[in-house]
């Protein structure tokens, strides 16, 4: 009874450590659909690895291909920032509802726009 007892304990705190502060786990690929307005817009894919509350990865797209990007997961917001030679500070503003996550943008001279996409893996 004691060995059930322990392990019941043990996998209760297992489950509590492994949820994210969101409630939601970025880690896997996004493809994002980006629109800047007069700027254009495309897809942007993200390749991401939460762990806690910070993310690490990458971003391939119109103004790069495999740049770094790190981010944070605070009060159900996820952020993501990068720097791109052609578009300079990049940042990414949003949440994730249903699957899909969707926000605002910022890349740097190209200005502000919006995203919205889900998770492909």
Do not use: H, N
């Amino acid at each position: 009874m004691r060995q059930v007892l322990t392990l019941s304990l043990a996998l209760g705190l297992l489950a509590f450590v492994a949820v994210p502060a969101s409630g939601q786990d970025v880690t896997g690929t996004w493809v994002l659909s980006v629109d800047l307005g007069a700027a254009g817009g495309g897809d942007a894919t993200f390749v991401l690895v939460q762990e806690g509350t910070e993310i690490t990865g990458t971003y391939s797209g119109a103004v790069g291909d495999q740049l770094e990007v790190t981010g944070t997961v605070e009060d159900g917001m996820i952020t993501l920032e990068f720097v791109s030679d052609l578009a300079g500070a990049v940042i990414y503003e949003g949440t994730i509802e249903e699957g899909t996550f969707k926000g605002t943008c910022f890349y740097g001279d190209l200005g502000d726009g919006t995203f919205e996409g889900s998770k492909t893996r």
